[in-house]
C-alpha cells in the first residue's frame, strides 16, 4: 500500500493540535533525572531505527516522520539546554 503524504500530514496536525490543546505547562524550572533523559534518548534512536527500516522498505513518508520525530526530540534536549551539539 502506497502512503500518501497529505493524509499521513492531516493526521500528524490533528494529534500534534490536540496535544497542545491539552497541554499544561509546569511551574518552572522543572527538573529532569537521568532515567528520563535516557528514555528520551532511547525514543531518539528508536526512532532512528524505524527510519531506516521505512526507508529501506519503501516507505518514504513513515521513514521521513520517524526522523522527524527523532530531530525534534534532539532539537528539545538542545532549546532546553541539556546538550550540547
Known sequence: MKE??????????????????????RKLPASV????????????????KDARHYAENRKPVTSLAC???????LDALKFLELVDF
Open 4 to 25: 500518501s503524504a497529505s493524509e499521513r500530514t492531516v493526521k500528524y496536525v490533528e494529534a500534534t493540535s490536540a496535544s497542545l490543546r491539552r497541554m499544561r505547562p
Open 67 to 73: 526522523i522527524a520525530y527523532a530531530e525534534g526530540l
Open 33 to 48: 533525572v537521568q532515567p528520563q533523559f535516557d528514555y528520551v534518548l532511547e525514543m531518539v534512536r528508536g526512532y532512528m
